[in-house]
């Protein structure tokens, strides 16, 4: 059978392929064999791998999936044959999730509901997690907070802003053009405040400030921020300078960054001191890092799923793209031309 893969060039370019796998003939102990109906293709994260010491010559594409069961080990407890399931495979998987048939450890996979289709199951695991990890797990989000999530329309962002207001949390966003404006100014329940970075004459933090009364906000998750005065243009219209999201905080809180290489300065700190504020940094591969982790992240999926089934979350994925297209899909996703792509098996 096919999957795809990530090879990279001596010249540090990123190479999508179609290559031939086969599955071990035998099955393990706490192993399931999955049958992929839906595969979700998101960014791949190089360095994370590098830094993990997993790089390897072909890195296995698309993570996470949804399927149907065909076989199961002898000690697995939760599954049985034709049981419908979503899961994320892990780092170190040796196949692509767009092959036909996976084997996964019973750990990184929940029941999928009936109501929600493999498209959508697919296409929310992974950032349903990530949203968990960001607002219960790392900020401790409560009713009556407020939040900005920086790029809301983002695939992440979008159920951020979905659990935070299931929590009772007022929310504010910033949009990175026109048109996800507009979606996000759309939005039911409504947000606090659409900010569009990408108008110039905006000042984040005049607005943030304006909206809480001059007392900042308790959370901010962002996208990724600006280390640097002289970064680029276009960099600097998207994402905000650390000191501006330092700026917006309110006294006790809660700073989440993606930012992996994040550099504070001794007055960084000083005003984060001043302001009994916080910085975590958001990685929701952590969770299978610790076995002692695995029972929340198995509740966290399922509380992902069910929020699905209830229509909490409602996912923003463009259109399933049939199989034959998944490399270009692919391309796109990593050159960020795209957000996430779902391939379909019919």
């Known amino acids: 059978m096919k999957g795809l893969y990530c090879k990279l060039s001596e010249a540090g370019e990123v190479k999508f392929i179609i290559q031939d796998t086969s599955l071990p003939t035998a099955i393990g102990n706490h192993q399931v064999k999955v049958q992929v109906k839906s595969c979700a293709l998101s960014h791949v994260d190089i360095k994370l791998r590098e ?40 780092l170190d998987a040796e196949v692509s999730g767009l092959c036909d048939v996976v084997l996964i450890d019973e750990y990184n996979l929940v029941q999928k509901p009936e109501k929600v289709g493999w498209f959508e199951a697919a296409g929310a695991i992974k950032d349903g997690l990530k949203a968990y990890t960001a607002l219960h797990t790392l900020a401790r989000i409560a009713v009556g907070q407020t939040l900005l999530v920086l790029d809301g329309a983002s695939p992440f962002g979008l159920l951020a802003i979905q659990l935070a207001h299931y929590h009772g949390v007022k929310v504010l966003a910033t949009a990175v053009s026109p048109e996800d404006q507009k979606f996000l100014e759309q939005l039911r329940p409504s947000l606090a405040r659409v900010i569009g970075v990408w108008d110039l004459k905006v000042d984040l933090v005049d607005l943030c400030l304006e909206e809480t009364g001059g007392l900042g906000v308790d959370i901010v998750i962002d996208a990724g ?122």
């Open 51 to 90: 830094d993990l010491k997993l790089q390897s010559e072909h890195v296995p594409v698309g993570r996470e999936i949804a399927g149907v069961v065909l076989q199961v080990g002898p000690k697995v407890t939760f599954f049985q044959p034709d049981d419908e399931v979503v899961g994320i495979l892990p």
């Open 225 to 346: 921020v600006r280390l640097h005065e002289e970064d680029t243009e276009e960099v600097r219209n998207h994402l905000p300078h650390k000191h501006d999201i330092i700026s917006l905080l309110g006294v006790g809180g809660h700073w989440v960054t993606t930012e992996d290489n994040l550099q504070l300065d001794p007055p960084d700190s000083c005003s984060l001191f001043l302001k009994a504020a916080s910085v975590s940094f958001l990685n929701e591969e952590v969770w299978e890092a610790s076995r002692a982790r695995q029972g929340r992240y198995i509740h966290i999926m399922k509380d992902v799923v069910e929020k699905l089934s209830t229509g909490t979350f409602r996912p923003l994925v463009e259109n399933p793209v049939p199989l034959y297209e998944a490399t270009v899909s692919m391309e796109m996703v990593q050159r960020r031309q795209l957000r996430k792509r779902v391939v379909v098996k019919l």
